[in-house]
């Protein structure tokens, strides 16, 4: 690189962190947008400015005079991005595949379209609309209702089980309601795209849901997963990569069910908790790659390098107040082992406090060691 490309993320989370440690290695110079200083990503920015990426004039008075621009959450003022792309800021993902992807109802409608295997699916403007839908027969209970907007780390996600939820936990709002899976593994795959149209692929992950706050808290690379598996897996993500023509990163999350078939659940268009372990366990971290991406450089090499487990560091449940970690010491003392701490000052339950990354000479050995961190460690309030 004969000059250095400004860089402004649209984000000041702990994606926004990373990839600006990632940009650090490259002497980068990285603008986050964010509402407060507060935020992972302000102390590892090159400039911190405060402002709101869900406001238009914000956003455009914080890129207008960068070169690059791009995302860390997909809940953002698009307007503001389709513009700025007008007057010769580079965008990546695209605004418009940034339309499509925050619309679940859209996103999935892709699919259809392009013959994609996902869940079969309804569209509905209102909760009414789908108590009608049951009441006539047209929607079978059990179901998943998922909120078309808005949704992000288990919110807008309601599973209906029996007639009780749908007085219960029936969410408002434009929503999608889809067939609940047979689901034997969930699984995630990373694909990069850059603006050159190159591919690469990272390894499949296994996830492991927490039971209550519906967040990934448990994931192993490689997946256990037959050859035929999971190079099915790898070409459906890259199929929908190719599809959808998008800049970047893009993880896409499977269902596989009891019967062997594999079904795309959803998509986001940003560096994913599905891939925190690349730091760690890859040749190239997601980040890294992300920004390789965006900048129309030669995406890195991908190989898995160590089995990997990962947890996410979730506070406590019932929980509240200025953040303590209880067991800290006792964690660094287990062999690689790699805590990531997003500097919050203050836990919720659930709320995700960091994530930490096992390594071993196989999965087993490296998962392991991630469970007994987890039993170690507590994020709690003071």
Same mark, same amino acid.
């Given at each position: 690189?004969?000059?250095?490309?400004?860089?402004?993320?649209?984000?000041?989370?702990?994606?926004?962190?990373?990839?600006?440690?990632?940009?650090?290695?490259?002497?980068?110079?990285?603008?986050?947008?964010?509402?407060?200083?507060?935020?992972?990503?302000?102390?590892?920015?090159?400039?911190?400015?405060?402002?709101?990426?869900?406001?238009?004039?914000?956003?455009?008075?914080? *890129?207008?005079?960068?070169?690059?621009?791009?995302?860390?959450?997909?809940?953002?003022?698009?307007?503001?991005?389709?513009?700025?792309?007008?007057?010769?800021?580079?965008?990546?993902?695209?605004?418009?595949?940034?339309?499509?992807?925050?619309?679940?109802?859209?996103?999935?409608?892709?699919?259809?379209?392009?013959?994609?295997?996902?869940?079969?699916?309804?569209?509905?403007?209102?909760?009414?609309?789908?108590?009608?839908?049951?009441?006539?027969?047209?929607?079978?209970?059990?179901?998943?209702?998922?909120?078309?907007?808005?949704?992000?780390?288990?919110?807008?996600?309601?599973?209906?089980?029996?007639?009780?939820?749908?007085?219960?936990?029936?969410?408002?709002?434009?929503?999608?309601?889809?067939?609940?899976?047979?689901?034997?593994?969930?699984?995630?795959?990373?694909?990069?795209?850059?603006?050159?149209?190159?591919?690469?692929?990272?390894?499949?992950?296994?996830?492991?849901?927490?039971?209550?706050?519906?967040?990934?808290?448990?994931?192993?690379?490689?997946?256990?997963?037959?050859?035929?598996?999971?190079?099915?897996?790898?070409?459906?993500?890259?199929?929908?990569?190719?599809?959808?023509?998008?800049?970047?990163?893009?993880?896409?999350?499977?269902?596989?069910?009891?019967?062997?078939?594999?079904?795309?659940?959803?998509?986001?268009?940003?560096?994913?908790?599905?891939?925190?372990?690349?730091?760690?366990?890859? *040749?190239?971290?997601?980040?890294?790659?992300?920004?390789?991406?965006?900048?129309?450089?030669?995406?890195?090499?991908?190989?898995?390098?160590?089995?990997?487990?990962?947890?996410?560091?979730?506070?406590?449940?019932?929980?509240?107040?200025?953040?303590?970690?209880?067991?800290?010491?006792?964690?660094?003392?287990?062999?690689?082992?790699?805590?990531?701490?997003?500097?919050?000052?203050?836990?919720?339950?659930?709320?995700?406090?960091?994530?930490?990354?096992?390594?071993?000479?196989?999965?087993?050995? *490296?998962?392991?060691?991630?469970?007994?961190?987890?039993?170690?460690?507590?994020?709690?309030?003071?």
């Amino acid at each position: 690189m004969s000059t250095f490309p400004k860089i402004g993320i649209l984000g000041g989370g702990q994606l926004g962190k990373m990839l600006c440690q990632a940009a650090s290695a490259w002497h980068l110079p990285v603008y986050v947008l964010d509402r407060d200083e507060g935020f992972p990503a302000a102390p590892y920015a090159t400039v911190f400015e405060r402002g709101n990426f869900r406001d238009y004039d914000d956003v455009m008075a914080f *890129a207008h005079n960068l070169d690059v621009v791009t995302i860390e959450i997909e809940h953002i003022d698009t307007r503001a991005l389709h513009d700025l792309v007008a007057q010769g800021v580079k965008v990546y993902p695209q605004p418009d595949k940034i339309d499509l992807i925050k619309d679940k109802g859209l996103q999935k409608q892709f699919y259809a379209d392009h013959g994609i295997p996902t869940t079969d699916f309804q569209l509905f403007g209102t909760k009414e609309e789908v108590i009608r839908a049951v009441d006539a027969g047209a929607v079978s209970i059990p179901f998943v209702q998922k909120t078309r907007t808005g949704g992000y780390d288990g919110q807008g996600v309601a599973v209906i089980l029996h007639d009780r939820d749908l007085e219960e936990n029936l969410l408002d709002g434009p929503c999608l309601i889809e067939d609940l899976a047979d689901i034997d593994k969930e699984l995630a795959v990373i694909v990069a795209r850059s603006a050159t149209g190159e591919i690469k692929v990272f390894n499949t992950v296994e996830m492991e849901f927490h039971p209550t706050a519906n967040l990934v808290e448990f994931l192993v690379c490689p997946a256990a997963l037959d050859g035929d598996t999971d190079g099915r897996a790898s070409k459906l993500a890259v199929d929908v990569v190719r599809h959808m023509e998008i800049v970047g990163l893009l993880a896409v999350e499977l269902f596989l069910t009891k019967d062997g078939e594999l079904l795309v659940n959803e998509v986001a268009p940003r560096p994913h908790n599905s891939g925190h372990h690349t730091i760690e366990a890859c *040749a190239t971290s997601q980040y890294e790659q992300h920004l390789r991406a965006i900048l129309g450089l030669p995406l890195g090499d991908p190989q898995l390098l160590r089995p990997a487990a990962l947890i996410n560091l979730l506070g406590e449940e019932g929980s509240t107040g200025d953040t303590v970690y209880e067991g800290w010491m006792d964690v660094l003392a287990i062999p690689e082992v790699h805590p990531h701490l997003y500097g919050k000052a203050e836990t919720r339950p659930f709320r995700k406090m960091g994530h930490l990354t096992a390594l071993g000479d196989t999965v087993a050995v *490296a998962r392991q060691r991630a469970a007994r961190a987890k039993e170690l460690l507590r994020i709690v309030g003071a």
